[in-house]
C-alpha cells in the first residue's frame, strides 16, 4: 500500500532542512518501475510546458488530481513518458518536462550546502548525487534541470525556473569566479555540463 504524501507546511521558506528532510523520507510512492501490465493504451492526457495538466483538451485544475497522476508518472527507455498502474499503462504526452522547481531552499556554504527544492506537485527533492541537478553546455542558453526520479540520464526531470535558475548561478558566483559550480549534499554540480 502506499501511503499519501505527507503534508507540506504552507509556507516553503520558512521549512527547516531538518524539517524538509522529515518530509523527504516519509514520502513514498508506488513501485512504478516494477509494473509491467499487458494492457497498453493512450490517456489522452499531456503535460505542457508550463508544469499544467490537461485531459482531452481540458485544463485539470484540481491539484490533488495532478498530484495522484504525478506519482504513477513513469519514462520510458526510448525516451517518452507513460501513466502506470499493476493493471495498465497509458501514454502521456510531455512538451517539455513533466515537473517544475518553482522554488528553492538553500543550507549552508560550500561543499556543505544542501539545495531543496519544492516542484509544482509540492513534492520536495534535495539535489545531490541521486537527484543530480544538470544546467547544459551552452552557457548563453542555459537548460536548468533537477533530476527528480528513475534511472538517471532517463528519468524523470522538473524544469529549474528562471528565477532559482539566476538564485544559484548567484550563490555559485560568490563562491568562486573561476569554473562556477554549485554544491549540494555533498556534489558538485558546474553550471555548464561538460
Known amino acids: 500500500m502506499v501511503s499519501p504524501a505527507p503534508s507540506r507546511p504552507k509556507d516553503f521558506a520558512r521549512l527547516s532542512l531538518a524539517e524538509a528532510a522529515e518530509l523527504l523520507a ?21 503535460i505542457r510546458a508550463d508544469g499544467s495538466w490537461f485531459h482531452e483538451g481540458g485544463r485539470i485544475n ?4 495532478v498530484k495522484l497522476f504525478s506519482t504513477i508518472l513513469r519514462r520510458e527507455p526510448d525516451g517518452s513518458h507513460v501513466l502506470v498502474t499493476p493493471a495498465e499503462k497509458l501514454s502521456i ?12 531552499k538553500s543550507e549552508g556554504r560550500g561543499d556543505a550546502r544542501k539545495l531543496v527544492f519544492r ?27 533537477l533530476h527528480v526520479r528513475g534511472a538517471i540520464g532517463n528519468g524523470l526531470e522538473a524544469r529549474i525556473d528562471r528565477a532559482l535558475y539566476y538564485e ?6 560568490a ?11 555533498g556534489a558538485r554540480f558546474p553550471l555548464v555540463d561538460a
Do not use: C, K, Q, Y
Open 119 to 145: 516542484l509544482d506537485t509540492d513534492d520536495l527533492v534535495m539535489a545531490g548525487p541521486d537527484h543530480p541537478l544538470r544546467f547544459g553546455g551552452d552557457p548563453d542558453n542555459p537548460d536548468p534541470r
Open 175 to 185: 563562491e568562486s569566479a573561476e569554473a562556477p559550480a554549485i554544491w549540494s549534499n
Open 93 to 104: 504526452a510531455v512538451e517539455d518536462m513533466p515537473f517544475r522547481a518553482v522554488e528553492m
Open 168 to 173: 544559484i548561478v548567484e550563490l555559485a558566483l
Open 26 to 46: 516519509a514520502r513514498e510512492l508506488p513501485p512504478v518501475e516494477s509494473w509491467h501490465p499487458a494492457r497498453e493504451g493512450d490517456s489522452a492526457m499531456e
Open 62 to 65: 484540481r491539484p490533488a488530481m
